[in-house]
């Protein structure tokens, strides 16, 4: 006879249904768009309402699903949010594709690419199945939509519910552990709603003074193409280190001062933002004596220098960037785009030397900061390694110390560091096994090395967005079969919520034990 079941799953699906509900709020931006450009109401409005519907339904499935909620429901409730979320948000270009002539002619109508688009969406990965024609193709309003999901995830979703939501304030902690990049979440507030709100705060007065900033160039004259619906659309896809772009050529589009600009945004965007709550209170001490900080800027700072130097010794790529000042900013602009997993491109890498692309790849295994919105492994984790393994070399030599590894004067738990471990080799190891399966299964009618597969599960995984070769910026991930899309979308999923919220809900224990 098998054990009871040990997790309340009704309380875990009421919760996320409550969640898919509420995201028929955020849908009404693209609908106004919709109503205002003429184009793209037969997508979204029964897209809105099968969202209302569905999410209605499941919320009735328990009476009082946040006095049930325990460390097991969370689990189940954020990874079902964001499997749920995507498969709901991927309506809207489902019904485009079928329900509008123009939609004919959409890649996006088919449910695999719907899905792929809104999971690379949600999870701020950026990776698209959308070929050069598509973005020609959509309504603006949809366009919006798909800027809008990456801005809703790149704080998270469920840290938005717990901002907004009272009813989940009781167990909000825990969730918005579960769904935070990096080793954990630094709590602000007393009250972790406040935190929740806080955090959100934040967010949103970095990404309008972002639309402001871009749309003041195109005031000026000196950004023509950066129009108003630019100018949200970007800042919608920045600060979530998302970058999905309504322009085919991403930021190749606009000029360099566009591009400049939005550095120093894509960098804000990888730090933990419980910095900026200290800036914001005058706490400067705390923000300087940053280790992870620190590490991360120096990372960012140091693959600039490599980069740039590739760039501009290698004639093929001087030819095309000119002098110092584009090397400089294209290197600048895409070490940055990679290490913070935003996924902009500032020009078509595929043409950089083989030394150039080496050390894109590279940075798509660094991340940003614990606590921001980037992706990947993360700085941290790195610094606690690499600590870890020092220690590891002084006491072979000292068998008899006790030398505890410390992060400024903060001692971290040996507890801790078995975890970092744990999770950095369990990344590792998806990511080999995912590289293999991609090789085996292949593209039709074309081959893929294993340098592109590499980099296709790497960008996917980690939150990226783009890889090389057939995944380059230009390119996308359409050619790849449907059996393909739906593991990278597995990746994604589990690489944005970091592995173990997902896998954990395979294990017998998390069941029955």
């Not at 999870?123 to 999901?149: D, K, N, P, Y």
């Not at 593991?487 to 034990?513: C, D, K, N, Q």
Request: no cysteine; proline share 5%.
């Amino acid at each position: 006879m098998s054990a009871p079941l040990r997790v309340d799953w009704r309380a875990g699906v009421s919760l996320t249904g409550r969640v898919v509900k509420w995201l028929t709020v955020p849908m009404l931006f693209p609908l106004a768009l919709a109503l205002f450009y003429g184009r793209g109401l037969k997508a979204l409005l029964p897209a809105i309402a099968v969202a209302f519907v569905v999410g209605w339904g499941l919320e009735r499935l328990h009476s009082d699903p946040a006095a049930a909620l325990g460390v097991r429901e969370g689990f189940l409730m954020v990874a079902l949010t964001w499997l749920l979320i995507s498969v709901v948000g991927a309506l809207p270009y489902i019904f485009e594709g079928h329900l509008t002539a123009y939609g004919a002619t959409s890649t996006l109508r088919f449910p695999v690419n719907a899905l792929f688009e809104t999971m690379s969406g949600f999870t701020t990965t950026g990776s698209t199945v959308m070929g050069s024609i598509g973005f020609e193709t959509h309504s603006r309003a949809l366009m919006m939509w798909r800027q809008e999901t990456q801005w809703l995830g790149g704080m998270g979703i469920v840290v938005l519910a717990v901002a907004i939501l009272p009813e989940l304030s009781v167990g909000g902690a825990q969730l918005m552990d579960a769904e935070a990049p990096g080793p954990g979440i630094e709590k602000l507030t007393p009250r972790i709603a406040e935190t929740a709100r806080a955090l959100w705060g934040l967010y949103v007065a970095l990404t309008v003074l972002e639309i402001v900033g871009l749309y003041g160039f195109h005031l000026l004259g000196m950004a023509p193409d950066m129009t108003l619906y630019n100018a949200v659309a970007h800042g919608f896809t920045t600060m979530p280190t998302g970058g999905f772009s309504p322009e085919a050529r991403s930021i190749e589009a606009f000029t360099a001062i566009v591009q400049w600009f939005i550095i120093p945004f894509m960098i804000a965007a990888g730090m933990n933002f419980a910095l900026f709550w200290h800036l914001w209170n005058r706490d400067f001490e705390t923000v300087r004596s940053d280790v992870e900080l620190r590490g991360y800027l120096g990372a960012i700072g140091v693959l600039t220098a490599i980069t740039a130097g590739l760039l501009f010794t290698s004639p093929g790529v001087k030819a095309l960037t000119g002098a110092l000042e584009p090397s400089l900013r294209q290197a600048a602009f895409q070490i940055a785009s990679i290490v913070t997993t935003t996924g902009y491109a500032s020009m078509d890498f595929n043409i950089w030397g083989q030394h150039a692309k080496y050390v894109l790849l590279f940075a798509m295994f660094i991340g940003g900061s614990a606590g921001s919105t980037g992706g990947s492994i993360k700085v941290i984790r790195w610094v606690v390694i690499l600590r870890s393994l020092r220690r590891e070399l002084f006491t072979a030599v000292h068998p008899d110390a006790v030398r505890p590894v410390r992060l400024g004067s903060t001692v971290i738990d040996e507890d801790a560091i078995r975890g970092i471990y744990a999770f950095t080799l369990l990344y590792l190891v998806i990511f080999a096994l995912g590289t293999l399966a991609i090789l085996l299964v292949g593209v039709p009618g074309q081959e893929v090395s294993a340098f592109e597969a590499t980099s296709a599960v790497a960008a996917t995984l980690g939150n990226v967005g783009p890889g090389v070769g057939i995944v380059g910026p230009m390119n996308s991930f359409l050619p790849f079969p449907g059996i393909s899309k739906l593991l990278m979308v597995f990746f994604m999923w589990v690489g944005r919520l970091e592995i173990f919220p997902v896998l954990v809900l395979l294990t017998h224990a998390y069941w029955r034990s």
